[in-house]
């Protein structure tokens, strides 16, 4: 088995257009700028993505939306040190927004990843982010019901990676990445090195190679914090 | 009136300090973004607190020097920070389990309005611009106290603890304890309970800035902070 892939132009290659893409990544903590940069050489359009944020500065997912990519984000925190990118389109009226609490969104797609259509969580009952969902009482609280989210793609970042799918990550970086990596139809993970077979010591693999469909390497993987500190654009 | 209470009133840091004085040693505990981050300058002597980022993140330590950032290493503000001995990492959705599960024992926020039924209103004014929630409405469930750090009054003077939440709201009935400029109050049984208030303050004073009843229950406390 080997599931690597050559370069980050062809681990994108097969995104079309109208796709919802799980971007991991918290703010730039484990997101994968280089694969989004190659997704913004091929440019589809009309794309639903499912980040936590909605990006920062001018690169990564905000470089995205300014590209026009982006059809629908979903997200809980579409605030930055430098929103303008989503901020401006959406106060135009030209990106739409599914804000979702974060550990609602986690929790989400861990359902879509584990099989599980919906479940019952306290978090924003009697809140406007509540409206229209079935509520049930449970041991005398009240809690909200909410469903899986899936996606066609799902673009992440780790540290280690083997030709089998086996991934490690990087810190914080961690965040939703094994998750989104479990909820889309095809997971692709940029890596900083792919290493044999065997030399992840398999009780330190966080996400199994059976969530994973492609491995790119990308040593020295960017930051989009750094970047934004040199006020970088993309393209 | 506010004249007179703005010469009195606790400084955020002091408010900061006051909420530290709560938390045991040995607790597991969740700072919010911004104002309450600072309580964690504040433990007290010879306890410990381990502090939890919704990131992924448990038993981090203070910002890093500049220039020794390592930006896969940040706080749910998304700030640098540093790790201690016995730190953990994990993804977000066992991040959320620690939240909603009821393992953290304390999570302390910002509001902009409290109720007197525990009410609480932290993340939109309501008034339009890019809605943002991010994990405040998960944080209000499951942390054995929420406690809350205000200013006792908004800057143009209106009381901030009500009778009822006029802005949207972030979690129903979860607030058990704030921390404000003034005063020192438990939500109990739907009702603010005063347990400290500013010794320079008189209690018709506060009363007058408060927007429901202070119910007293046993003696109120001074609320005495040293001046940071």
């Known amino acids: 088995m080997d599931k690597t892939i050559a370069t980050v132009a062809d681990a994108v290659a097969e995104i079309p257009d109208g796709a919802t893409i799980m971007i991991g990544g918290f703010g730039g903590s484990g997101a994968p700028i280089e694969l989004i940069h190659a997704l913004i050489d091929k440019r589809p359009r009309d794309l639903t993505v499912i980040n936590n944020n909605a990006g920062n500065g ?51 797609i861990r359902a879509g990843g584990a099989g599980i259509p919906a479940f019952y969580t306290p978090t924003s009952f009697g809140t406007d982010l509540a409206k229209g969902k079935p509520v049930e009482e449970f041991e005398g609280r009240s809690y909200v019901q909410e469903r899986w989210l899936k996606a066609d793609f799902a673009i992440i970042k780790a540290q280690l990676g083997d030709p089998m799918g086996n991934l490690t990550y990087r810190m914080a970086g961690r965040n939703f990445n094994p998750l989104m990596a479990m909820a889309a139809t095809r997971t692709i993970a940029q890596v900083s090195q792919i290493v044999a077979p065997g030399e992840i010591d398999p009780e330190q693999v966080v996400t199994p190679g059976i969530f994973v469909n492609g491995v790119v390497q990308v040593a020295n993987p960017q930051q989009e914090e750094s970047l934004n500190r040199q006020e970088a654009v993309y393209p | 009136m506010s004249d007179a209470i703005n010469a009195i009133k606790l400084s955020n840091a002091q408010i900061a300090w006051r909420a530290a004085q709560d938390i045991e040693d040995g607790a597991y505990v969740n700072l919010g973004i911004g104002f309450p981050e600072m309580v964690a300058k504040f433990q ?67 509001a902009y309005q409290v109720a007197q039924n525990g009410d609480l209103a932290n993340w939109s004014t309501g008034k339009g611009g890019v809605p943002a929630v991010g994990g405040a409405m998960d944080l209000v469930h499951g942390a054995k106290r929420v406690a809350v750090v205000t200013d006792h009054i908004t800057k143009k003077g209106d009381p901030k603890l009500l009778d009822a939440c006029t802005m949207p709201l972030t979690g129903v009935g979860c607030v058990t304890r704030v921390y404000t400029s003034l005063a020192v109050v438990d939500i109990e049984d739907g009702q603010f309970v005063l347990r400290e208030k500013l010794p320079a303050l008189s209690f018709d004073d506060l009363q007058a800035v408060t927007g429901a009843p202070l119910n007293v229950q046993g003696t109120v406390g001074d609320l005495i902070v040293p001046a940071l």
């Not at chain 1, 739409?96 to 969104?105: F, I, K």
């Not at chain 2, 896969?72 to 991040?95: C, E, Q, R, V, Y």
Request: negative net charge; contains cysteine; hydrophobic residues 40%.
């Open chain 1, 58 to 108: 001018h690169v990564g997912i905000a470089a995205m939306i300014e590209q026009d990519m982006v059809r629908k984000m979903v997200c809980s925190f579409p605030r930055s040190a430098d929103p303008r990118a989503f901020t401006e389109r959406y106060l135009e009226g030209r990106i739409e927004l599914e804000l979702v609490p974060q550990g609602t969104l986690a929790e989400r």
């Open chain 2, 44 to 110: 007290p002597e010879g306890r410990e607190a381990i502090f939890h980022t919704e990131n992924g993140v448990l038993g981090f330590g203070e910002a890093p020097k500049e220039g020794e950032e390592d930006w896969d290493l940040i706080n749910a503000g998304k700030k640098a920070i540093t790790l201690k001995p016995g730190s953990a990492f994990f993804h977000h959705a066992d991040s959320f389990s620690m939240v909603r599960g009821g393992h953290l024992d304390v999570a302390i926020l910002g």
